[in-house]
């Protein structure tokens, strides 16, 4: 999916973790009775943009800290933690867009000191 498009490999571990993250939320606090929710993808040398759509834009997503016993409420600290930027965003129509943006993880070699 995130590897075959402009150097896409440099964001699939990242990339993947948050894919998963914001659709699961999606899915699981922002779908509406038949649970669609429309994940776009958009990719360039510096940067890569989840976007998360779904039906229900009566319920932004919260940031919450989670004790160390509970089972769920970490996915958002996740996105902020790994992304540069995220937030949420009225969608046209009818529900919210939730999107975060990453920087590529430096090739093999970059970076080290």
Known sequence: MLGGVLGGERFIDTGL???SELVTNAVVHGS???NRVLLELSADPVRLRIEVHDARGDRAPILRGADRDDESGRGLILVK???AQW???P???IGKIVWCG???APACGE???
């Open 17 to 19: 973790l948050l894919v």
């Open 32 to 34: 509406s009775r038949d």
């Open 81 to 83: 933690s790994l992304s």
């Open 87 to 89: 937030g949420c965003c």
């Open 91 to 93: 969608r046209e129509g």
């Open 102 to 104: 990453i920087a590529p």
């Open 111 to 113: 970076g080290a000191a």
